[in-house]
């Protein structure tokens, strides 16, 4: 696997891509990045609308291969060390109704209470689906 450093040009935050499969060139990368239209900014935990090629610019001479890769487990714990409870899609769907997704937000009602509000989501490395941050 490779990894590959990018600048965020809304929060001005620096991270790494990784979990980049070997042999994939920046303008490879740089493709799969235009694929995706919106995306949510790990660096500075935003949520853009257009594509992360808009928004992250890539720093070609920092390809290399990841010598460390964060496995999903070690991601998970900093991700809850970052924003307390985390849901799978299981754990929310007994917790929440679902309602819709919006601009890079999950609707969601909670069972429990009825309360309607959203809640983020991002990816792992390997590209499972978390939700975090239950807001009213």
Known sequence: MQKIQFRCQVCGGE???QGIPDGK?????QKSLQ???GFHCFIGNHVELNSADKYW???PETLQVDKNPVT???WLSQLRLKVGQVWTIEELLME????EFVY???NVKQKSTGQMGYIDF?????GKRYYFGFNE
């Open 57 to 59: 610019i890539l720093k």
């Open 35 to 37: 694929k995706k239209s």
């Open 15 to 17: 991270g790494w891509i």
């Open 72 to 74: 999903d487990e070690q």
């Open 122 to 126: 991002t990816h792992s490395p390997s």
């Open 104 to 106: 890079g937000l999950c």
């Open 25 to 29: 060139s920046v303008e490879d990368i």
């Open 96 to 99: 929440f109704e679902v309602i």
